[in-house]
T-cell receptor, first 116, second 112 residues
Framework: NAGVMQNPRHLVRRRGQEARLRCSPM?????VYWYRQLPEEGLKFMVY????????ESGMPKERFSAEFPKEGPSILRIQQVVRGDSAAYFC??????????????FGAGTRLSVL | QKEVEQNSGPLSVPEGAIASLNCTYS??????FFWYRQYSGKSPELIMF????GDKEDGRFTAQLNKASQYVSLLIRDSQPSDSATYLC????????????FGKGTLLTVNP
């Protein structure tokens, strides 16, 4: 049973370009979460999605960032017009439905975005 | 701002000793508490989950939760060099069961 799959593992973009980060949840998991880890900082919640629905995007910057989890295919975190401050590790996590308060999230290996 | 605080370390212990990692949190509404281990450049890996006050043991790991003091700890017995990693404390926050707030982590080094 494959874990949470993220790709690419490393992504280099120049300022102003777009970055697309992909996440396929574990089999049987319908809940996806994105977190950002800046250097020397803890992981910060960005967004929580279920299939075709954004449940909570309170941690996502209002501009340039968007996320989706379509009916078919992986979840996508999209960053438009990247700036150097976007350089970070972006982790995706997933969990199965119906866990209530005991909602355990399993993390992927992350995408390390470097903006030149 | 709901926060989770951890000593950044580094915490250094000899092989075979007990490593004690501590975490405090500010959100009294938090119900679920997690310890993740993260090796450098790798993903967070769940080590322990605790939901009720008291102790929970799993192999060499024991998590301790005191909701009144808003304190959660992780003990690692018989520490091994392979335990050397950053340990992340995470707490569900904001009244939700999905939004995890993480501490910055404690770097543990186990010396052979």
């Amino acid at each position: 049973n494959a874990g949470v799959m993220q790709n690419p593992r490393h992504l280099v973009r120049r300022r102003g370009q777009e970055a697309r980060l992909r996440c396929s949840p574990m089999k049987g998991h319908s809940h996806v979460y994105w977190y950002r880890q800046l250097p020397e900082e803890g992981l910060k919640f960005m967004v929580y999605l279920q299939k075709e629905n954004i449940i909570d995007e309170s941690g996502m910057p209002k501009e340039r960032f968007s996320a989706e989890f379509p009916k078919e295919g992986p979840s996508i975190l999209r960053i438009q017009q990247v700036v150097r401050g976007d350089s970070a590790a972006y982790f995706c996590a997933s969990s199965p439905p119906g866990q209530g308060a005991k909602n355990i999230q399993y993390f992927g290996a992350g995408t390390r975005l470097s903006v030149l | 701002q709901k926060e989770v605080e951890q000593n950044s370390g580094p915490l250094s212990v000899p092989e075979g000793a007990i490593a004690s990692l501590n975490c405090t949190y500010s959100d009294r509404g938090s119900q679920s508490f997690f310890w993740y281990r993260q090796y450098s450049g790798k993903s967070p890996e769940l080590i322990m989950f605790i939901y009720s006050n008291g102790d929970k043991e799993d192999g060499r790991f024991t998590a301790q939760l005191n909701k009144a003091s808003q304190y959660v700890s992780l003990l690692i017995r018989d520490s091994q060099p392979s335990d050397s990693a950053t340990y992340l404390c995470a707490v569900n926050s904001g009244g939700s069961n999905y939004k995890l707030t993480f501490g910055k982590g404690t770097l543990l080094t186990v010396n052979p």
